[in-house]
């Protein structure tokens, strides 16, 4: 799992309540899109139990970006808001590479991280990531 692009295609980073799904998803990401697309999960509260780390989820952000943009995906209410504090304090030319999309953190990933592998951009992958609420499962 790379955790930073760089070959140009766009990353991901996975914002869960637990460490656990997030690296479990960096993990099943890793085999459906290859070793070429960065994923970086933030996963957990800062002594390791269930919650958000505001810092981690910045620092992932940040590093995450790379030159194709990243799309950052989340599970729970605080994670919007730990990311959403996260876009506050980062610099405008990180901000402006990062797609926050409103998908399922399983389905979306899973989406955008196949589109990412394509080469696709970073709108097209955030696109896919979206698209992903509409899917039915039966």
């Known amino acids: 799992?790379?955790?930073?692009?760089?070959?140009?295609?766009?990353?991901?980073?996975?914002?869960?309540?637990?460490?656990?799904i997030a690296?479990?998803?960096?993990?099943?990401?890793?085999?459906?899109?290859?070793?070429?697309?960065?994923?970086?999960a933030a996963g957990g509260g800062p002594d390791g139990s269930f919650g958000t780390d505001g810092g981690k989820v910045h620092d992932a952000m940040e590093r995450a970006v790379g030159n194709a943009g990243a799309v950052v995906l989340m599970d729970l209410g605080s994670s919007v808001l730990s990311v959403r504090a996260a876009m506050a304090e980062l610099p405008?030319?990180?901000?402006?590479?990062?797609?926050?999309?409103?998908?399922?953190?399983?389905?979306?990933?899973?989406?955008a991280a196949v589109t990412a592998s394509t080469g696709a951009t970073l709108r097209e992958v955030a696109a896919a990531a979206e698209e992903a609420r509409t899917v039915a499962k039966l």
Do not use: K, T, Y
């Not at 479990?24 to 960065?38: K, M, R, S, W």
């Not at 405008?92 to 989406?111: K, M, Q, S, T, Y």
């Open 1 to 20: 799992m790379a955790e930073e692009s760089r070959n140009g295609l766009v990353s991901l980073v996975l914002v869960s309540h637990s460490a656990m």
């Open 92 to 111: 405008l030319e990180v901000v402006d590479r990062l797609a926050i999309v409103d998908a399922p953190l399983v389905e979306g990933a899973i989406a």
């Open 23 to 40: 690296d479990g998803l960096a993990d099943l990401l890793a085999q459906v899109a290859g070793p070429d697309v960065a994923i970086v």
